[in-house]
């Protein structure tokens, strides 16, 4: 596992970190940015990206969660690999997506497929990239508000900008992979 945390941080560094000043999703002024889509959206890195995300979950079994949920965009090809590399060790995991907003047509739901799902199950956030939470905590919101849980979020970086902290003010334990101190 080693071998393959190490590839994908190599990546990251090499291909999706940049050093010059961009504003963020939150707002929020910085000197560097790192695309995880990149290599997120790569068949190349998406199958060890996965491995790397389930063997966190298998190796921490005070996960406990129903279904792994992705915050669209960046979320949702890491759910994808993390339930393949589930089902590759038999152990096959179910998912949802928390959208943004209801949808207008169809059922309308804010989540999707529900019938994995029953009121009070316990939804595992997977994100790429973390700086404040705001992403997670718009999902956690809309989760809560149609009755399941929320207590745990896994991402591939967090950037050490206040989103661990802004989680656990909202009841959600961030776990991550990576740190900023491991990429700069």
Do not use: W
Request: charged share 30%; glycine share 8%.
């Amino acid at each position: 596992m080693e071998n393959i945390k190490e590839k994908i941080l190599t990546a990251i560094k090499s291909l999706c970190y940049e050093k010059k000043e961009f504003t963020l999703v939150s707002g929020k002024k910085s000197n560097f940015y790192i695309d995880l889509r990149r290599i997120s959206f790569d068949g190349k890195y998406l199958y060890h990206i996965g491995k790397l995300l389930y063997e966190y979950i298998k190796s921490h079994p005070d996960l406990k969660f129903s279904v792994v949920a992705g915050v669209p965009i960046g979320g949702l090809p890491l759910v994808s690999s993390t339930i393949i590399a589930g089902f590759l060790d038999d152990n096959p995991l179910k998912s949802v997506v928390i959208r943004k907003e209801k949808k207008v047509h169809g059922k309308g739901n804010l989540i999707e497929p529900v019938q994995f799902l029953s009121k009070g199950s316990n939804i595992l956030i997977i994100e790429d990239v973390v700086t404040t939470g705001g992403s997670i905590l718009k999902a956690v919101k809309s989760a809560r508000d149609e009755g399941y849980k929320i207590t745990d979020a896994l991402c591939i970086v967090d950037r050490n900008e206040g989103g661990k902290e802004n989680l656990k003010e909202n009841g959600v334990m961030l776990h991550s992979i990576f740190l900023r101190s491991d990429i700069e």
